[in-house]
């Protein structure tokens, strides 16, 4: 009995020693992210994009010392477990309300964007795992896609460089087009719902579509948003198709020779709050409350990515990257624009 006391009194003392270490780098991820959400709510850029800016000029703090412990904390663990807590906007109405052809659209659009930029990626001699986090991006959500692509795929020294630039790319995308996509659905003479719906269905970022749609009217902002979430739904899916593939063939192991688990905990964490939402268990309040504390955590999370990256390695990759993400996007809004058109 006194050893097992001993035991647990070491081991408790050593997890506190490690949590400690921890503090200063997450608090510091935290307040630049306290930092980019009060520019973007007075200067209206998105809040995703400026934590990461942010970050990057902070990139000194995550190389030694006090800090570096838990800007990686902050950068991995905090990041599953924002994109863990996006489930609570998933719920089955979304598919019912839309109807099956809408829905094929979407998934479908989801599938030909990703193979597109396999496809793409490997005419121009690019990574397999730089199609799949900016094609998973662009088709999916943006840059909480992006992030949680990247906890599955095999990490090496280059994957937090991929990361940022697609972050980076995505975002600057996405506002680019929720000032133009407006536009286009205007000269292509949509209706609002199917404006709501194209809108929904292209742009990367949830707060992006939120803007543009309710830009155009009230009925096309509802159809963008129910889209968006319709498309955040397919992101547990993908990621676990992914680690099943990268598992199975051997492509995700790492360098340490580790394997991917079979069921992230973050995707299973997703799946059981979408059920649970699904089922009507999660309060109104709490379903709010907790997408609040995923969009805080998320918004930490990048900026301690932030943090963790060299400005002159994005730069490095985005000279080839840059062509690969703005296709992907070409690609989206002309598969969707087509659906549309074909369908009615």
């Not at 943006?142 to 991929?162: F, H, N, T």
């Not at 079979?262 to 709490?286: M, R």
Request: charged share 10%; net charge positive.
């Amino acid at each position: 009995m006194q050893e097992f006391f001993k035991l647990f009194s070491t081991s408790h003392g050593q997890v506190y020693k490690k949590a400690k270490g921890l503090i200063p780098g997450v608090l510091i991820a935290a307040v630049i992210a306290i930092a980019a959400q009060f520019l973007s709510e007075h200067y209206g850029a998105p809040a995703m994009l400026l934590a990461l800016l942010l970050g990057i000029a902070f990139n000194f703090l995550a190389e030694e010392g006090r800090c570096a412990p838990g800007i990686g904390f902050a950068a991995r663990t905090v990041l599953r477990f924002g994109v863990a807590l996006l489930g609570v906007r998933v719920s089955v109405d979304l598919i019912l309300n839309l109807g099956a052809p809408l829905v094929l659209l979407i998934l479908s659009s989801v599938v030909f964007t990703i193979l597109f930029a396999l496809l793409v990626a490997k005419l121009l001699g690019r990574e397999w795992s730089l199609a799949l986090l900016t094609g998973g991006s662009v088709a999916i959500c943006g840059a909480s896609a992006a992030m949680a692509i990247a906890a599955v795929l095999p990490q090496d020294a280059q994957s937090e460089k991929r990361l940022t630039f697609t972050v980076l790319a995505v975002t600057i995308l996405s506002t680019f087009a929720m000032v133009v996509y407006p536009v286009i659905t205007g000269l292509a003479g949509l209706d609002q719902v199917s404006t709501g719906f194209f809108l929904g269905a292209t742009i990367h970022d949830v707060a992006q579509v939120v803007g543009a749609g309710f830009s155009v009217s009230d009925q096309a902002g509802e159809t963008a948003t129910t889209v968006k979430l319709l498309r955040v739904a397919t992101l547990a899916p993908t990621v676990l198709l992914l680690s099943f593939i990268l598992r199975f063939t051997g492509a995700g192991t790492a360098s340490s020779g580790r394997r991917p688990p079979l069921l992230p905990g973050f995707v299973a964490a997703f799946l059981c709050l979408a059920a649970l939402n699904s089922a009507g268990v999660v309060p109104k309040d709490l379903s709010g409350f907790l997408s609040d504390v995923s969009r805080w955590s998320l918004v930490t999370a990048i900026s301690a990515v932030g943090m963790k990256t060299d400005i002159r390695s994005i730069l490095n990759t985005g000279g080839y990257a840059v062509p690969l993400i703005v296709a992907e996007t070409l690609f989206l809004a002309g598969y969707v624009m087509f659906g549309l058109h074909w369908l009615q």
